[in-house]
């Protein structure tokens, strides 16, 4: 049994409502719920965090240090800019994926890049709210194998 952070980054509290035809119109509350079904059929623990501030969502990283076992973090726009988040990341030692309801790479260009790949175990993006369940199967297959 483990913990897993589920962490998420800013304007991820208006999904559902926020630029559906990109996001989907699942909320965030029901992608939290898919997220914890997932780790309960493989016996881990979902914590959930949300924040539209760097600061907190580093408060949140260093947090888990020591505590959780894995990090699911959709870091929002953060992930095209934010150091400091890829810092904490780094951090932390335990699987980290980075993970994000829309693919990226499809989109404008300033979205391309990610400064917290570089630091996560693996990456799932472009599958919408379904992303939510295999983030989770894939930090407990990292998990069930001790990878990071
Ligand atoms: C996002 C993609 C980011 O570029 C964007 O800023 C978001 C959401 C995603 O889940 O597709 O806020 O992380």
Redesign the pocket.
Known sequence: MGTILLVS????NLLGDREPEI?GTTSLADLVEIARATAAAHGHDVEHVQANGEGALIDAIHGARGRCDAIVI????F??YAYAIADALAAFSGPIIEL???N?HR?DAW?HRSVVSPVATGVI?GFGANGYRLAIEAVAGCLTEGRS
């Not at 959709?74 to 726009?77: C, E, I, M, T, V």
Request: aromatic share 6%; hydrophobic share 20%; no cysteine.
């Open positions: 980054g800013p304007n991820l996001y959709n870091p929002g726009a992930t095209h994000h309801l829309s990226t989109r979205r993006m």
